[in-house]
């Protein structure tokens, strides 16, 4: 099991992150993988079609929408969504495993799902951030610097926005992504703190009594 800067066993957490398209959240979800142990991203199910790129198991679980179906009734999905006729879910035993062994779970989902995941079973797991832009003109210049989209769905992008950015006071923390540097530390603590809470008592106890233990020894 993995530990804390003590090393103490500790059991996981889920890091929620969540934003409006264009924000910022994809690049200081990806920097906190590359930087941080013990970190690993929640794959999501989904019946939406493979795309050429994508690995099976790596960016999503593939589902036929029968399967899917098959999953949410049967309790197996902490979250699930509509999004553009696709349906989206994060399973339930790849989570629970993880966390059990100490590994923290990043998951990069909408308001909708992280109110979901606060009602699971896992609910007292779920650490939530709101990534906001500095500003609406910030926001469309982002989006539009990425020249992925065209002006249309750009459009629909920030009307979206405007519909997510109200639900920020439903969230643990709140970061306003004017530097991505210092947004990135900034959530890079919210975990190593998080980290530390999530210490149970029992396994402090272990460590003192091994510790008194080896006091002993070496003193005698």
């Given at each position: 099991?993995?530990?804390?800067?003590?090393?103490?066993?500790?059991?996981?957490?889920?890091?929620?992150?969540?934003?409006?398209?264009?924000?910022?959240?994809?690049?200081?979800?990806?920097?906190?993988?590359?930087?941080?142990?013990?970190?690993?991203?929640?794959?999501?199910?989904?019946?939406?079609?493979?795309?050429?790129?994508?690995?099976?198991?790596?960016?999503?679980?593939?589902?036929?929408?029968?399967?899917?179906?098959?999953?949410?009734?049967?309790?197996?999905?902490?979250?699930?969504?509509?999004?553009?006729?696709?349906?989206?879910?994060?399973?339930?035993?790849?989570?629970?495993?993880?966390?059990a062994?100490?590994?923290d779970?990043?998951?990069?989902?909408?308001?909708?799902?992280t109110?979901?995941?606060?009602?699971?079973?896992?609910?007292?797991?779920?650490?939530?951030?709101?990534?906001?832009?500095?500003?609406?003109?910030?926001?469309?210049?982002?989006?539009?610097?990425?020249?992925?989209?065209?002006?249309?769905?750009?459009?629909?992008?920030?009307?979206?926005?405007?519909?997510?950015?109200?639900?920020?006071?439903?969230?643990?923390?709140?970061l306003?992504?004017?530097?991505?540097?210092?947004?990135?530390?900034?959530?890079?603590?919210?975990?190593?703190?998080?980290?530390?809470?999530?210490?149970?008592?029992?396994?402090?106890?272990?460590?003192?009594?091994?510790?008194?233990?080896?006091?002993?020894?070496?003193?005698?």
């Amino acid at each position: 099991m993995s530990s804390t800067p003590n090393e103490i066993d500790r059991r996981g957490i889920m890091l929620v992150v969540s934003s409006p398209s264009g924000a910022g959240k994809t690049t200081l979800t990806r920097n906190l993988l590359q930087e941080e142990e013990d970190v690993v991203m929640s794959v999501s199910v989904t019946t939406r079609p493979k795309r050429g790129s994508e690995i099976e198991g790596v960016h999503y679980f593939f589902k036929t929408q029968k399967q899917f179906d098959r999953m949410r009734e049967s309790g197996e999905l902490l979250e699930w969504a509509t999004v553009h006729d696709n349906c989206y879910g994060t399973p339930k035993d790849a989570v629970e495993a993880a966390l059990a062994s100490g590994k923290d779970v990043l998951f990069d989902i909408d308001w909708q799902g992280t109110q979901q995941l606060k009602e699971s079973a896992l609910a007292p797991d779920v650490v939530t951030v709101f990534v906001l832009p500095p500003s609406a003109a910030e926001l469309k210049a982002r989006l539009e610097r990425r020249a992925e989209d065209p002006p249309e769905v750009i459009h629909r992008r920030l009307r979206n926005a405007a519909e997510e950015i109200p639900h920020w006071n439903e969230y643990d923390y709140v970061l306003v992504n004017r530097d991505l540097d210092k947004s990135f530390l900034r959530l890079r603590s919210i975990l190593q703190s998080e980290r530390l809470k999530r210490v149970q008592p029992d396994n402090v106890k272990a460590f003192v009594e091994k510790l008194l233990a080896e006091l002993k020894d070496v003193g005698s």
